[in-house]
């Protein structure tokens, strides 16, 4: 076989993949449009307070893990005391902190030495103490020595958790008052089934605070942010929408999720060494369902919110997109031997193979595409006119469905008031095409490459702290 | 030569296989463009469109509200007449959502007034009519609006929708029955429940059932002992939100039941009784085999704060559970003197127990000012004693942090219940 037949090969290879993937976001849009909407008709019907006074509304227990938070842990701790939920304790895990994390919890807290009995169901790190606020004592801090992952400290939560149910929150992020109450409505509806409920995550960068609570949204200015937001609008309202409805979702997100408790304790909790410890957890969720041949759900609701800080500067997201590409790597591989097996079900049969070659090959395969593109275009072989038009419509599809994300995220919770921001926004739909998707596809083929070499090291990012990050942003 | 055609041949095939996957993708190319360019320009125009059409609805509710807002007295006393507000949409929309949310939180009366405003002025029928008639998720509102009254005549309508095909509308019926709190609306939803006609997942049924019979817990008493299986668990989760002492010797029955929702159900309930009709059933359960069961039941003997319950608590607080043995602890720590607890506590030989009563006194407070008093005991007599229980409370505390300091390997060794 000839160059020029192997180009031909290669050309039309790179064709069919990107026609199927623009196909799988297309349906994965419209299924995530007919969801939310029967979503939101289903509240129509539903008072958020009937949740709080009913007596079989089970108790949550937050658990923060903070490692070198110093910036962001006071207000983030307390957004998560003014959650609004019956029964709420909140643990929040100093992980080794070499900073004042510990320093600023104990001055804004009133932490008093707690003795209550700690069970290590999960092992971790040395717990050096357990500390309970004297201003709320629904509030305890786990003292604890660096175990070198967010896992390790996560665990350590667990073992003080007290609750059915318990909620993961990054320390960086702030949950909205009534995102409890909305995560817990699809939990309540089938408490028997549903074992896991993620919520959405949102970008607090740009948005104004005050007194841990979110004042006004608006949308950042740093183009690099602003991009950010289109990507989590998209893998949240479309991609963690569309997987749920099929109950085929394979990730929850770390920075806010609602797990049974006993479900995470029976596989063993979080996997310490895990890169991406959220995915892993989801992926040995239902790998022991499946095994046990349970019923089960796991579920995405989209109108619970928790706002995050994302990376603020190129480097610092190149880090962080190289961390996710080494961590879904991490945890794909091990679990191979789920994909086409019968006892997997649609796990094994749809939503691995696609993470498998629509998300950790797509780089290579993106990149070996255009490679094949460009030769052939030198070896003349490239019709010049359908080149063209193949960029255009790639171009148009990929803005079409981001445009999508923010049709969804207009019906589904409306948070950009501002007629500017929803413009701004659209605007960057097609702005994000070139070069922030070539600088992605570069992030993760780093991550790749980091992990091919065993450079799994933890690679901290750049925070300037909650209030910092939002208002930092001057306004308009 | 042969090899040579065979190749010429195959080479053939890959070129028009080629010339044809090229012709379709460029005709293909064209279509998809054209698709995704009108797909672009239907979601910008929704997202415009959706933002005038909701800025213009909100407005004019917005309006409506104030309007009603600024002349209630007046509507309700029938001063403005009725036909100028009750054919326009908007406005008695207001006034129902805003007369609905007023017998929220009125007394008695003045809900009975704003209920018999609605019937005279037509509201009631209209909302009757909309649960009735309307379809999907706008009859499911309505059916929840229609619970809101509270009217007697709303049950039936209510009722019917729980025949309905679509869940959504029978869970809709289900929170609308709860928002009645009628005793009538309990016992429709119970006999469709026991029928076997009511099945839903989750806990808006319990809750419905608990908020409908909380008044008259004597009427789950009958679907009770003629369910079977789930629907008898399900009653009995109900049962324990909602028995009270007008349950009477039925109460004593139940104690014995086969099933333990129903024993917790009844140790929960024990909590209101006289505590010498209470004490020997609360005493029994808190043996129970089920570990939720003993909790029940200590938590209500603790409720008591009687000296006759003391044994029962110290047995519980050396239970296997280290759930019971806290709420034992819990019941334990508000005793009157809890210095005399703690000997006692020590006396078991139990150090799981022992760790329960520090955990508890600490949260409360008190553990501090127990190990002062201890080391401040002067009396010779009380001395020996008071220093062997200081030793023994600060072992246990020390004991507390052993576990969290061991290092992982280790840990797997060390029992815990």
Avoid at chain 2, 239 to 255: F, H, I, P, Q, T
Wanted: glycine residues 6%; neutral net charge.
């Amino acid at each position: 076989m000839n160059m020029r037949a192997v180009l031909n090969i290669s050309n039309n290879t790179f064709f069919f993949y990107y026609l199927f993937s623009n196909l799988s976001y297309l349906i994965l849009l419209i299924v995530a449009l007919l969801s939310s909407r029967a979503h939101h008709q289903h509240l129509a019907s539903l008072r958020l307070e009937r949740i709080k006074i009913s007596p079989l509304t089970p108790p949550i227990t937050l658990v923060a893990p903070a490692h070198n938070e110093e910036a962001s842990i006071v207000p983030a701790v307390r957004s998560l005391l003014h959650v609004d939920y019956p029964e709420l304790e909140v643990v929040v895990i100093n992980d080794g902190s070499t900073d004042r994390t510990f320093a600023r919890l104990q001055e804004e807290f009133d932490l008093q030495a707690a003795r209550l009995l700690y069970i290590p169901h999960i092992a971790t790190a040395v717990v050096r103490g357990l500390y309970r606020s004297a201003t709320d004592p629904r509030l305890i801090v786990v003292d604890k020595d660096a175990g070198g992952s967010k896992a390790d400290a996560v665990n350590a939560g667990l073992n003080v958790a007290s609750s059915p149910y318990t909620c993961v929150v990054d320390s960086d992020s702030m949950l909205e008052s009534d995102a409890l109450l909305r995560i817990m409505v699809k939990i309540l509806e089938d408490p028997k089934h549903v074992v896991a409920a993620g919520g959405i995550v949102r970008v607090l960068n740009g948005c104004q605070l005050m007194n841990g609570r979110i004042r006004a949204v608006r949308l950042p200015r740093s183009p690099i942010v602003i991009f950010q937001v289109i990507e989590y609008l998209r893998a949240f309202l479309i991609g963690r929408e569309g997987w749920a409805r099929g109950n085929m979702l394979t990730i929850i997100s770390g920075a806010f999720g609602v797990f049974r408790r006993d479900v995470v304790m029976s596989v063993g909790g979080y996997r310490a060494s895990a890169i991406g410890e959220d995915f892993d957890l989801v992926a040995r969720i239902h790998r022991r369902m499946l095994d046990e041949k349970r019923e089960y759900r796991i579920v995405f609701v989209p109108d619970p919110v928790c706002w995050t800080e994302v990376p603020p500067t190129a480097k610092s997201l190149g880090r962080q997109r190289a961390r996710w590409q080494k961590g879904l790597i991490d945890v794909l591989w091990p679990n191979r031997d789920m994909l086409f097996r019968r006892r997997y079900g649609r796990i094994g049969a749809i939503a691995l193979p696609y993470l498998w070659v629509f998300e950790l090959c797509a780089p290579i395969l993106e990149i070996l595409g255009i490679a094949a593109i460009i030769l052939a275009a030198v070896l003349g072989m490239l019709s010049r006119g359908l080149f063209i038009e193949f960029m255009i419509y790639g171009y148009l599809f990929a803005a079409m469905i981001s445009v999508g994300a923010v049709l969804q995220e207009e019906i589904t919770y409306r948070r950009y008031n501002n007629w500017r921001d929803v413009a701004r926004l659209m605007l960057y739909c097609f702005l994000e095409q070139f070069p922030y998707r070539q600088m992605h596809l570069f992030w993760r083929l780093q991550g790749m490459w980091q992990y091919a070499r065993g450079d799994v090291v933890w690679r901290s990012m750049d925070r300037v702290g909650l209030e910092a990050t939002a208002s930092s942003r001057p306004e308009p | 030569m042969d090899k040579c055609a065979g190749g010429n041949a195959k080479h053939s095939k890959m070129s028009s296989l080629h010339h044809w996957i090229n012709a379709s993708a460029a005709a293909f190319v064209v279509r998809a463009i054209i698709f995704s360019l009108t797909g672009i320009a239907l979601l910008v125009a929704s997202i415009l469109a959706r933002r005038i059409i909701r800025r213009h609805h909100f407005d004019r509710l917005a309006e409506a509200g104030f309007y009603v807002r600024q002349h209630w007295d007046e509507i309700i006393g029938g001063e403005i007449p009725r036909n100028e507000w009750r054919e326009v949409h908007a406005d008695a929309d207001a006034i129902i959502t805003q007369a609905l949310d007023r017998m929220e939180t009125a007394s008695e009366e003045k809900a009975a007034r704003l209920l018999d405003f609605l019937r005279d002025a037509g509201l009631l029928d209209r909302m009757l009519a909309e649960a009735r008639e309307a379809r999907g998720w706008r009859r499911d509102a309505a059916l929840v609006q229609l619970g809101r009254t509270r009217a007697l005549e709303a049950v039936t309508s209510l009722v019917d929708a729980l025949g309905d095909r679509n869940s959504e509308t029978q869970l809709a019926a289900v929170r609308g029955l709860a928002r009645t709190g009628l005793a009538q609306a309990g016992e429709a939803m119970l006999e469709r429940v026991v029928a076997g006609d009511l099945a839903l997942a989750g806990t808006s049924l319990q809750n419905s059932l608990i908020a409908c019979t909380r008044v008259n817990p004597r009427i789950l008493l009958p679907y009770l002992y003629l369910a079977q299986g789930p629907v008898r668990e399900l009653l009995a989760r109900v049962m324990a939100e909602v028995a009270s002492v007008a349950l009477g010797d039925d109460l004593l029955l139940l104690a014995s039941d086969a099933l333990p929702e129903v024993r917790a159900s009844v140790a929960r309930a024990l909590a209101h009784a006289e505590f010498g009709f209470a004490f020997p059933a609360l005493a029994q359960l808190a043996t129970d085999e089920e570990w939720y069961v003993r909790l029940r039941a200590l938590t209500s003997m603790g409720q008591f704060k009687q000296a006759r319950a003391l044994p029962v608590l110290l047995r519980g607080v050396c239970d296997e559970n280290r759930h019971v043995r806290q709420r034992a602890a819990e019941a334990l720590a508000h005793v009157p003197d809890p210095t005399s607890v703690l000997r006692d506590v020590l006396k078991m030989e139990d150090a799981y127990a022992l760790q329960a009563m520090i955990a508890e006194l600490d949260r409360t407070g008190d553990f501090e000012r127990i190990l002062k008093t201890l080391e401040s005991t002067a009396s010779l007599t009380g001395r020996a004693e008071a220093e062997q229980l200081l030793e023994a409370l600060e072992a246990g505390a020390e004991g507390l942090n052993t576990m969290m300091r061991l290092p992982a390997a280790a840990r797997k060794t060390v029992q815990t219940v």
